[in-house]
Nanobody, 118 residues
Framework: QVQLVESGGGLVQPGGSLRLSCAAS????????MGWYRQAVGKQRELAAM???????NYADSVKGRFTISRDSAKNTVYLQMNSLKPEDTAVYYC????????????WGQGTQVTVST
């Protein structure tokens, strides 16, 4: 069974930084895409950052210049470095991983809370 284990969330002050981590395991298939979504209270889930199947990255306009997605393919792990955090970044962050020949929706991590507040 596929498992995605997330870590790194927490409470930070505006302007602070956090790094999220997501490790995927349990699949014999190769990973196609890896990314981070977030959902704030009262809002729909949105894509924050991802690697597409070609290796390029996509970022939400709201996080460009502040967030950086990276990965360690050998470890099937994806990271999200979040700098210059704003209160608007407060959300539950979810890791998503898709596999070649796997389901289109992929698999989701359990979510990790990021709170940016004084």
């Amino acid at each position: 069974q596929v498992q995605l284990v997330e870590s790194g969330g927490g409470l930070v002050q505006p302007g602070g930084s956090l790094r999220l981590s997501c490790a995927a395991s349990g699949s014999i298939l190769s990973i196609s895409t890896m990314g981070w979504y977030r959902q704030a209270v009262g809002k729909q889930r949105e894509l924050a950052a991802m690697f597409n199947s070609g290796g390029s990255t996509n970022y939400a306009d709201s996080v460009k210049g502040r967030f950086t997605i990276s990965r360690d393919s050998a470890k099937n792990t994806v990271y999200l470095q979040m700098n210059s955090l704003k209160p608007e970044d407060t959300a539950v962050y979810y890791c998503n991983v898709r596999y070649y020949r796997g389901s289109l929706s992929g698999y989701w991590g359990q979510g990790t809370q990021v709170t940016v507040s004084t």
